[in-house]
């Protein structure tokens, strides 16, 4: 029985766990869906245990469909939806409520008060991000005020809290480890991104206890080991650990600065490699931790949009006039063009560049000759020029010009979408092999830390592309698109 990795990718709408050799080979997988909430408009929540269960369950399925035996192996690596909070007793391992997902936007009125306090520079200077209910620090800070009884048990020494990967160690290894990594404590809002250590400055205006935060490791350390956990074995180390977006970044290979990525999932998520040294954006970017290797760290500039597939998924369940997500790729080939229907998928506000909290979605454009296919090619242009947007700002604050974007994430084996994301960026995109590029960097982290690879080296040797999307249009065409959508934002 070969060794293998244990991935386990928890993202927004599910639980994917892989089980990948030393040839980066994928033997199995398994996935399970989880339930959303909107307990109110804005609002998102998930059930931490249905989170919990769904990993038991996903790897249950990766390991009986892939006939593997549990004690082949040697390292579990864990990546997943980075912002999401949650808080938990430390005795018993009970959430106190649901984790607030990092699409959440009820921390809007706490961000707003953090701002005309005069806050803004200093959290900006000291974690590289913008004061936005996307990040964990607001949302710690609600739970700990809303949920009745919460700060006196935080008082007390009875909360622990953390992002979904600090809450999976904890319930990996019994009780026993209460830990994160430097990218996903780069997103709290909390971690000073120079020192990589929690800020107490920071964490008094939030009015947040150090004492409830998890201990900040590297990525590719020991984490812990398991116990007690259903169909596992004790003793497996928990032994890679990044957040979503810079795990895509690691497994896309892009280990040298100026090199950069874009992963289509729920949301869309640029991020450029900026080296060794924080690079602080001028555009309202966010500056990140991609990974920390040993003593070596390593940061990036990211952009997010909000909503991506998201959008897709609205035309499915929303509107009805699509049944499956892939079937809106034929229904917008349907048309040549999208009649003039620009769409702004601002769904639940505008993110980088724009940072707009106040933003919905718009749709403008229609006509009585506007069809479903209009309709359907709008919005995947839309999900195409959020990222325009911000890959200009993010090649102005970093001095590179992009030659190429990797991409990966559900929505880029959508061949539609890439075209037009080459047209409008004008630039080469390339999609590899493997689109699953954030469990196969976990599952790389992993491998590392467990010592069955040596380096990036490895990973980057086994990287292979699948397809490469050239510009079919020219500036002025370029141009006129984006004139048409920037109008379309400022009326959103």
């Known amino acids: 029985m070969p060794d293998v990795i244990l991935s386990i990718d928890q993202g927004t709408t599910g639980t994917t766990v892989m089980l990948i050799d ?66 938990w007793n430390r005795e018993n391992a009970k959430p106190f409520y649901n984790a607030i997902v990092w699409q959440c936007r009820r921390t809007a009125a706490i961000c707003e008060g953090l701002i005309s306090s005069g806050h803004e520079d200093l959290f900006r200077r000291k974690t590289g991000l913008v004061i936005d209910p996307y990040f964990s620090g607001t949302k710690l800070k609600w739970l700990l ?21 600090t809450f999976l160690v904890y319930r990996l290894t019994d009780g026993h480890s209460h830990v994160t990594d430097v990218s996903n404590a ?8 120079e020192t990589l250590r929690w800020d107490p400055e920071l964490a008094a205006v939030l009015g947040i206890p150090l004492e409830i935060l998890p201990k900040i490791h590297g990525c590719a350390e020991t984490f812990g ?34 090199q950069g990525k874009c992963t289509y999932g729920t949301g869309a998520f640029l991020l450029m490699n900026t080296g060794r040294r924080p690079v602080f954006s001028r555009n309202r970017l966010l500056t990140t931790v991609a990974w920390k290797l040993g003593d070596e760290t390593t940061y990036a500039l990211e952009g997010s949009a909000f909503i991506a597939g998201a959008a897709v998924q609205w035309l499915r369940d929303g509107l009805q006039i699509i049944k499956q997500a892939p079937d809106v790729e034929a229904l917008a080939a349907e048309v040549e063009d999208t009649g003039d229907v620009t769409m702004v998928p601002a769904f639940v506000g505008l993110g980088a560049p724009y940072w707009r909290t106040e933003a919905r979605g ?7 000759g506007t069809r479903r296919g209009h309709l359907a090619r709008a919005v995947l242009e839309g999900i195409a020029l959020q990222n325009v947007a911000i890959l200009r700002a993010m090649e102005s604050d970093s001095g590179h010009s992009l030659r190429q974007l990797k991409v990966d994430g559900g929505a880029c084996a959508n061949n539609l979408l890439m075209q037009m994301q080459a047209d409008f960026l004008g630039c080469r995109i390339v999609r590899p092999e493997m689109v699953e590029t954030t469990a196969l ?13 040596r380096d990036t080296d490895d990973v980057t040797a086994a990287w292979k ?28």
């Open 22 to 87: 030393r040839e980066l080979q994928v033997l199995a997988r398994g996935y399970q869906e989880i339930k959303q909430i909107y307990p109110q408009p804005g609002w998102v929540e998930h059930d931490p245990e249905d989170i919990w269960n769904s990993v038991l369950a996903a790897t249950d399925t990766a390991l009986k469909t892939g006939r593997i035996s549990p004690a082949a192996i040697k390292g579990i690596g864990i990546t997943n939806q980075r912002e999401t909070t949650v808080a």
């Open 186 to 193: 780069s997103r709290t809002l909390l971690m000073d991104i």
């Open 441 to 453: 960097g976990a599952a790389c982290l992993a491998g590392i830390g467990a010592g069955l690879w």
């Open 465 to 492: 592309e699948d397809r490469t999307f050239n510009p079919q249009i020219d500036d002025v065409q370029r141009k006129a698109v984006m004139n048409r959508w920037q109008a379309a934002v400022g009326k959103a």
């Open 225 to 258: 080991v398991t116990r007690n956990v259903p169909g596992l074995p004790d003793g497996i180390p928990v032994c890679g650990i990044a957040g979503d977006q810079q795990a895509a970044l690691f497994g896309q290979a892009c280990f040298e600065a100026g």
């Open 362 to 368: 718009l749709i403008t454009g229609l006509t009585l």
């Open 145 to 165: 005020e809303q949920v009745d009884g919460l700060y006196d048990e935080a008082q007390a020494g009875r909360v622990m809290a953390g992002t979904i990967d």
